[in-house]
Nanobody, 115 residues
């Protein structure tokens, strides 16, 4: 019954910014890890950033210095701030969470970086 719903994607020019949101139907304190992945056309899904419950934030090399993962516990929402966007950042961005032995995934939100 756990659901993750992403929003905030869209079309942005190179160098622009977006904030993606992932709303959870369950308290995000329930999750061992939450994170963001992305999948570009013709490519495999890849890690963007993760936020373990009791560990350090992890960013992909491509995201370091440009993307910021954060959470709002009261709103049960995970965020990903995208800055200095490049055309190669174009992808469907997916929210994920680990609950027990299950991996929960959202439906994804499209980010397109183009001039």
């Amino acid at each position: 019954q756990v659901q993750l719903v992403e929003s905030g994607g869209g079309l942005v020019q190179p160098g622009g910014s977006l904030r993606l949101s992932c709303a959870s139907s369950r308290s995000i304190f329930s999750f061992k890890v939450m994170g963001w992945y992305r999948q570009a056309p013709g490519k495999q899904r890849e890690l963007v950033a993760t936020m373990p419950a009791g560990g350090p934030i992890n960013y992909a090399d491509s995201a370091k210095g440009r993307f910021t993962i954060s959470r709002d516990n009261r709103k049960n929402t995970l965020y990903l701030r995208l800055e200095s966007l490049r055309p190669e950042d174009t992808a469907v961005y997916y929210c994920t969470a680990a609950l027990g032995d299950r991996a929960i995934w959202g439906q994804g939100t499209q980010v397109t970086v183009s001039s």
